[in-house]
């Protein structure tokens, strides 16, 4: 492999420049090496974790300076409507996650209701995060039930009508 002037590991950077837990000069270390470096590393996190200090933002309409607690509103009031979504996508994903597995079990036109309904719960619970937890909305629920009809009826149906279409034609 010829050294490119690339540095770093992952999405950004390709290979790294010098050393990191995982990797040194562009090798990957041993396992046995990574673990003699980890408590390194961990105080090195640890470190730069305790010297973190809030500083104060400039407001560029005005001029001033705010704190990021008034950049981001009152955090503290959504929070309740934030955590009442958190807690309910929850739900409903390890619920779709039970009825993905129920649907593995099982055979014949149970199994495609099963997977038709955890579908759904995955859409519910995902227009939960976006209603609830993205957005902050006081009404999450309703908006999250109008957005997985909306994206049920947008993407899934037309779908599974497609799927239905297929499956007649390939037995005919």
Avoid at 82 to 109: D, M
Wanted: charged share 15%.
């Amino acid at each position: 492999m010829v050294d490119r002037p690339s540095i770093g590991v992952g999405v950004l950077r390709v290979r790294p420049a010098g050393h990191a837990l995982l990797y040194e000069n562009g090798y990957t270390r041993k396992p046995l090496n990574v673990l003699m470096v980890l408590p390194e590393f961990v105080m090195k996190i640890c470190r730069r974790l305790a010297s973190v200090r809030f500083r104060k933002l400039p407001r560029v309409a005005s001029g001033f300076a705010v704190d990021v607690a008034e950049l981001k509103g009152n955090v503290a009031e959504g929070l309740v409507s934030v955590v009442q979504a958190t807690r309910f996508a929850t739900a409903i994903f390890f619920l779709a996650l039970g009825l993905t597995g129920l649907s593995i079990l099982v055979h014949g036109n149970f199994r495609a209701m099963a997977q038709w309904a955890a579908t759904l719960g995955f859409v519910i619970a995902w227009a939960a995060v976006s209603a609830g937890i993205y957005q902050k909305n006081d009404d999450w629920l309703s908006g999250a039930c109008f957005k997985s009809l909306k994206w049920w009826g947008i993407i899934f149906v037309p779908v599974g009508i497609l799927n239905l279409v297929f499956a007649v034609a390939n037995n005919a």
